[in-house]
DNA sequence: GCCACTGTTAGCAT
DNA sequence: CATGCTAACAGTGG
């Protein structure tokens, strides 16, 4: 499940080994991944270099030359797998990019084909219009910042760290990873932190995602980077996945819950506030 | 074979 | 601003 650690990792695989590269055009198996763009359209990518890869929250971007993007979100189970072109596809790739000058090409699979891309046109420091309504980016805000942004949001806490106009990047794993951090109940309101809470809210979604970037993000089921590598953060979640397992601070069995529809799992113990 | 569940987002109603 | 519902889809496990 690809959230802002993991989407990051992708985008650090990926620049190794696409920067620089031209391309040699795209195939469209699934029409259904294009987002307001047509097939005929993406005819304008052949013969572009990647000049840089980008991330915006969840979405990945591949800056191509001449103000050209392709903006990719990968939803629930999208994939990038760099490979040779000798492999043969296989019922979930939906979208392959050829490289110039070799034989790898990039494939988009997706085995519930929820996954999206479309065509971006605007330079580089353009693109951010493309993302109207997202929230910021976690590991870029200060803390003022961050208390102007919860001012004035009533919501419980899970729900509005899983809202991505509020902050962008965050997803079901990592929500429940940062409010145990915080040691915050996730059904806690938004209105009733305390600046001491809010700033240790704050620490704690820079730290849990800055961590587990750095460990390459978390594998729960089928997460890879684009090289096949699995994600180690999985190894230190503290309550995601662990329902009724002992507390790794206090023993206390974790607890399920269902909040906004997600499940949702926080330590009654430490989280009690 | 059936059903519930998985998690992301858009679009809709309230 | 918030909440709750649906739908998109395929695989997994009971």
Same mark, same amino acid.
């Given at each position: 499940?690809?959230?802002?650690?993991?989407?990051?990792?992708?985008? /650090?695989?990926?620049?190794?080994? $696409?920067?620089?590269?031209?391309?040699?055009?795209?195939? %469209?198996?699934?029409?259904?991944?294009?987002?307001?763009?047509?097939?005929?359209?993406? /005819?304008?990518?052949?013969?572009?270099?990647?000049?840089?890869?980008?991330?915006?929250?969840?979405?990945?971007? &591949? %800056?191509?030359?001449?103000?050209?993007?392709? +903006?990719?979100?990968?939803?629930?189970? #999208?994939?990038?797998?760099?490979?040779?072109?000798?492999?043969?596809?296989?019922?979930?790739?939906?979208?392959?990019?050829?490289?110039?000058?070799?034989?790898?090409?990039?494939?988009?699979?997706? +085995?519930?084909?929820?996954?999206?891309?479309?065509?971006?046109?605007?330079?580089?420091?353009?693109?951010?219009?493309?993302?109207? #309504?997202?929230?910021?980016?976690?590991?870029?805000?200060?803390?003022?910042?961050? @208390?102007?942004?919860?001012?004035?949001?009533?919501?419980?806490?899970?729900?509005?760290?899983?809202?991505?106009?509020?902050?962008?990047? &965050?997803?079901?794993?990592?929500?429940?990873?940062?409010?145990?951090?915080?040691?915050?109940?996730?059904? @806690?309101?938004?209105? #009733? $932190?305390?600046?001491?809470?809010?700033?240790?809210?704050? /620490?704690?979604?820079?730290? %849990?995602?800055?961590?587990?970037?750095? /460990?390459?993000?978390?594998?729960?089921?089928?997460?890879?980077?684009?090289?096949?590598?699995?994600?180690?953060?999985?190894?230190?979640?503290?309550?995601?996945?662990?329902?009724? $397992?002992?507390?790794?601070?206090?023993?206390?069995?974790?607890?399920? &819950? %269902?909040?906004?529809?997600?499940?949702?799992?926080?330590?009654?113990?430490?989280?009690?506030?």
């Amino acid at each position: 499940m690809p959230e802002l650690p993991e989407v990051e990792t992708i985008r /650090r695989s990926l620049a190794r080994r $696409l920067v620089g590269r031209r391309l040699a055009g795209c195939r %469209v198996m699934g029409p259904h991944v294009l987002q307001g763009c047509r097939p005929a359209e993406l /005819r304008q990518l052949r013969g572009l270099r990647v000049a840089d890869l980008g991330r915006r929250g969840k979405y990945l971007i &591949i %800056v191509l030359e001449k103000g050209v993007s392709l +903006v990719f979100h990968l939803k629930m189970t #999208g994939q990038f797998l760099l490979g040779g072109a000798e492999r043969p596809l296989d019922r979930h790739t939906h979208f392959v990019l050829r490289l110039a000058g070799g034989k790898e090409d990039l494939r988009f699979r997706d +085995v519930r084909k929820f996954g999206r891309l479309r065509l971006v046109r605007g330079r580089e420091d353009e693109l951010e219009s493309a993302f109207s #309504g997202l929230g910021p980016e976690p590991l870029q805000l200060g803390r003022d910042e961050f @208390a102007r942004l919860v001012k004035g949001r009533t919501g419980r806490l899970k729900s509005l760290l899983l809202n991505q106009s509020f902050l962008a990047g &965050i997803g079901n794993i990592y929500a429940d990873e940062i409010l145990f951090a915080a040691r915050l109940h996730p059904l @806690a309101s938004a209105a #009733g $932190l305390s600046p001491a809470q809010r700033n240790r809210l704050w /620490r704690s979604l820079r730290r %849990v995602l800055g961590r587990a970037v750095a /460990r390459g993000g978390s594998t729960v089921r089928d997460y890879r980077d684009a090289d096949g590598r699995t994600g180690l953060f999985q190894i230190e979640h503290k309550v995601y996945g662990r329902a009724s $397992l002992p507390c790794r601070r206090c023993r206390q069995p974790i607890r399920r &819950i %269902v909040v906004g529809g997600r499940s949702t799992h926080f330590c009654p113990r430490c989280q009690s506030s």
